[in-house]
Nanobody, 123 residues
Framework: QVQLVESGGGLVQAGDSLLLSCAAS??????????MAWFRQAPEKGREFVAQ????????DYSDSVKGRFTISRDNAKNMLYLQMSNLKPDDTATYFC??????????????WGQGTQVTVSS
């Protein structure tokens, strides 16, 4: 079991930066037993993949829309996942969710989700 709690969202202007955090509480399997990801969902749109990271933190993957602007990272000692977002655009406005999976890759199935944190970027 994994409980995930996102934080760090807010209202920012285009071009600003924002750091999202995801705190994980696990039972049974340790945090290092999970690959992690960030997804986002804009109003009236489906959930969209943003970035993923392996349990070691050594391998990452980004959607084309955020590549070069966002950085995913994790601190396994603190059971934390992060998403550093820079040069934010109005199209980045969405609720951001972190997810945990024993799989890795674009087809990975995420069994655990946080409640989300809202990011709003004004032009």
């Amino acid at each position: 079991q994994v409980q995930l709690v996102e934080s760090g969202g807010g209202l920012v202007q285009a071009g600003d930066s924002l750091l999202l955090s995801c705190a994980a509480s696990t039972s049974g399997r340790a945090f290092t037993g999970y690959n992690m990801a960030w997804f986002r969902q804009a109003p009236e749109k489906g959930r969209e993949f943003v970035a993923q990271i392996t349990w070691t933190g050594k391998r990452t993957d980004y959607s084309d829309s955020v590549k070069g602007r966002f950085t995913i990272s994790r601190d396994n000692a603190k059971n934390m996942l992060y998403l550093q977002m820079s040069n934010l655009k109005p199209d980045d406005t969405a609720t951001y969710f972190c997810g945990a999976s024993v799989d890795y890759g674009r087809a990975a199935k995420y069994d655990y989700w946080g409640q989300g944190t809202q990011v709003t970027v004004s032009s």
